[in-house]
């Protein structure tokens, strides 16, 4: 009887992989980050070392905050199996009208704030309204948006650019978190690292997101362990908490010795957290990958799936505004012309993140990485002074290259 219950108790064995059939396995998911890391060490090394300056890296993050942004929002929608073509042209008419409200009406900041994300909101929510409830394609419902809403845009900035914002408005885009610690802490850490200053607040985010990434792994590996679901391999999981703690701590560093964490990188981080939880972790987040894999499947299994489409529109919108408020005051100005084509970058990365066109696959994770690639591109193309008719042809051809490598993998596993 005790040997049944022992047996009956013991944890169930883990299966793994080796290294080689682990990353065959996942090829997509890791491939996407190898890339990254390729492209950051290509372009440090014929930029002479530009591309990872402090400031260069300050400049990324604020330079793709709002693509970010929307590229949040833009994943849930895919992976529902829509797309949503508007979203460059509601973020320039958001800050359109937050420029108008505040600059001309002088209005409040706060309230043309809160202002901006409900008309987002209630902009994504009426485009959902059609595609949900009519049936009405997405890419015909959002490709009408986009001509309104830049319209709009056109029609409330009376085709002038409209600024410069209050300061207190900029803070969104150009702030950046105040150093809580002592002043001497920096300047001694200043000496040990033969720079002129150190934002040590910068510096200590750094190494906490590290070790929280450390005890994230090791909890879900425990997990994995005890339920027996198969995990990668030891010394992969080691390579590669190692190698994103070591680019956080290093991110962060960088950030220290300029001006610290801007502020837009605590916004950029909190909804990264906030949708990665609730795509992943929540009841709602699998609710919309099975509508995206199979929305007649979803539907029979009891899913509303009108009403989660349409949500998934209304939080794009809200996005969208938030992205175009970012935007509008990292311009200092709103103009005619704010987010055009802009939808393309947070479409493709995306895309390049790895989702389907087809819906039902992708990750928060992956979109913000795709984001960066891209962004890591742009910018490494701008050092080298590549003209931008080629940066635009380099785009194109990198997110066609990474939908016939997503098509490829899908055909080798089918």
Request: glycine content about 12%.
């Amino acid at each position: 009887m005790e040997v049944a219950e022992s047996d009956t108790n013991a944890a169930p064995a883990v299966r793994t992989k080796g290294i080689g059939a682990y990353i065959s396995a996942n090829l997509r998911q890791y491939g996407l980050l190898f890339a990254l890391i390729a492209v950051m060490v290509f372009f440090q090394i014929v930029t002479d070392g530009t591309l990872l300056r402090a400031v260069n890296v300050t400049n990324l993050l604020l330079q793709n905050s709002y693509i970010i942004i929307m590229a949040l929002g833009m994943l849930v929608v895919i992976v529902s199996g829509n797309i949503d073509l508007s979203v460059g042209s509601v973020m320039g008419f958001i800050g359109a009208l937050a420029a108008v409200l505040i600059v001309e009406l002088n209005q409040p900041v706060i309230l043309t704030i809160l202002i901006c994300l409900v008309t987002g909101g209630l902009i994504g929510a009426a485009q959902g309204y059609w595609v949900a409830y009519w049936k009405i394609p997405s890419f015909i419902v959002t490709l009408a948006g986009m001509l309104v809403f830049r319209g709009l845009s056109l029609w409330l900035l009376e085709g002038q650019s409209v600024g410069p914002f209050p300061k207190e408005f900029q803070l969104i885009a150009t702030g950046f978190v105040p150093d809580i610690f002592p002043a001497g802490l920096g300047v001694w850490l200043a000496e040990m690292f033969g720079a002129r200053k150190v934002n040590v607040l910068a510096l200590v985010t750094g190494i906490a997101a590290a070790a929280l990434v450390v005890w994230i792994g090791l909890r879900q590996r425990a997990q994995n362990k005890a339920y027996g679901i198969e995990d990668e391999p030891k010394s992969f999981f080691i390579a590669r908490t190692a190698i994103i703690a070591a680019a956080l701590i290093f991110v962060m560093y960088k950030l220290s010795l300029f001006r610290g964490m801007p502020n837009v990188l605590i916004t950029m981080g909190v909804l990264t957290v906030i949708y990665a939880f609730i795509t992943e972790t929540t009841t709602v987040g699998r609710r919309i990958y099975a509508l995206g894999g199979n929305q007649k499947a979803a539907k029979l299994s009891g899913i509303k799936t009108e009403r989660l489409t349409f949500l998934a529109f209304a939080n794009m919108g809200v996005l969208a505004a938030a992205a175009g408020l970012v935007f509008a005051a990292r311009l200092n100005t709103a103009t005619p012309k704010a987010g055009f084509a802009l939808e393309l970058d947070v479409i493709a990365a995306v895309f390049i993140g790895g989702a389907s066109m087809s819906g039902g696959v992708g990750t928060i994770v992956g979109a913000v990485v795709g984001a960066f690639l891209m962004g890591v591109l742009n910018n490494g193309m701008s050092i080298m002074g590549i003209g931008i008719d080629y940066q635009q042809m380099i785009k194109g051809l990198v997110l066609l290259a990474a939908v016939i490598f997503d098509v490829y993998n899908k055909n080798k596993q089918g």
